[in-house]
């Protein structure tokens, strides 16, 4: 059975301090999802990793895939209140018959205080 | 805007009702998952449909069921209601089986 485990599940931080939240897996697996959560809303697609050293940026989130490691990490930089939100790693296996659907971790509930 | 839209938004049922969800995926899209979210958790897959045929489905019991119709729309059933069922309910929406799923922005349902 795969799992997910994501840590922090929760952090507090304050703006223009960088942090990292971890995401570990504990099957092969063939994609790799970052999402974004805001309180009572759907998830937004962050970023998809789909192999070994890949690198994805888009303004202060930066997310990366060691598959050796079965390790995902979604680093922030110089943090700012907006970015307070829900933070979600989902892996996806590419099964040979049928789907078994994105398994989630249980999220990383990050508050950045002024 | 992903182009998935759910209906309806929010929903208060009562236990031991029935209750149908909806999801009109992107046009093109022949992929729909469908997912439990309970409170401070992360979703759980429900099942999965593929032209029109379930084709994978997580520990949900046989209460939980599907369709999904030519016109790029599905719904999610679900009988005796519980209380447990109380979640948001997301559905995603593929163009192929086994690529990026683009999210609905959820249907709350409460069961009291």
């Known amino acids: 059975e795969l799992k997910v485990e994501q840590n922090p599940l929760f952090l507090s931080m304050q703006e223009g301090k960088n942090y990292t939240i971890y995401c570990n897996y504990s099957t092969t697996s063939d994609r790799l999802y970052w999402y974004r959560q805001d309180p009572g809303k759907s998830l937004e697609s962050l970023f998809v990793l789909l192999s070994n050293g890949a690198v994805k940026q888009e303004g202060r989130l930066m997310a990366s895939l060691d598959t050796k490691a079965r390790l995902s990490t979604l680093h922030i930089t110089a943090a700012v209140h907006d970015l307070s939100a829900t933070y979600f790693c989902a892996v996806d296996i590419i099964a040979g018959g049928g789907a078994d659907g994105l398994t989630f971790g249980k999220g990383t509930h990050l508050i950045i205080q002024p | 805007e992903t182009g998935v839209t759910q209906s309806p938004t929010h929903l208060i049922k009562t236990r031991g009702q029935q209750v149908t969800l909806r999801c009109s995926s992107q046009s093109g899209h022949n992929t729909v998952s469908w997912y439990q979210q309970a409170l401070g958790q992360g979703p759980q897959f429900i099942f999965q449909y593929y032209r029109e045929e379930e084709n994978g489905r997580g520990n949900f019991p046989p209460r939980f069921s599907g369709l999904q119709f030519p016109n790029y729309s599905s719904e999610l059933n679900v009988n005796a209601l519980e209380l447990d069922d109380s979640a948001l309910y997301l559905c995603?929406?593929?163009?192929?089986?086994?690529?990026?799923?683009?999210f609905g922005q959820g249907t709350r349902l409460t069961v009291v």
């Open positions: 995603a929406s593929s163009l192929q089986m086994n690529t990026e799923a683009f």
